[in-house]
Nanobody
């Protein structure tokens, strides 16, 4: 049973930085893609950043130039470095992992990020 555990959320003033980490456990198989989504209050879930194996990373336009995603495939971990945070980045951030060949998708429990103005 795959489990994704996030860490690193919290409260930060505007302009600050946070680093979110996600570790996948419960399986020795790798993932086709690992990334992050977020859901702000009153809004639908949106893709923040995604890293696809053998391909380039992708980012939401709203975070380009401020957020950086990185993966360690050997450890099944994904990290989201968030800089120059804005109040509109406030949301619950969810780790996501996919196995394309198995048509499987997994989600973490979410970690709250709050950016004060």
């Amino acid at each position: 049973q795959v489990q994704l555990v996030e860490s690193g959320g919290g409260l930060v003033p505007a302009g600050g930085s946070l680093r979110l980490s996600c570790v996948a456990s419960g399986s020795t198989l790798g993932f086709s893609a690992m990334g992050w989504y977020r859901r702000a209050p009153g809004k639908s879930r949106e893709l923040v950043a995604m890293s696809v194996s053998g391909s380039s990373t992708s980012y939401a336009d709203s975070v380009k130039g401020r957020f950086t995603i990185s993966r360690d495939n050997a450890k099944n971990t994904v990290v989201l470095q968030m800089n120059s945070l804005k109040p509109e980045d406030t949301a619950v951030y969810y780790c996501n992992a996919q196995r394309f060949w198995m048509k499987s998708e997994y989600w973490g429990q979410g970690t709250q990020v709050t950016v004060s103005s």
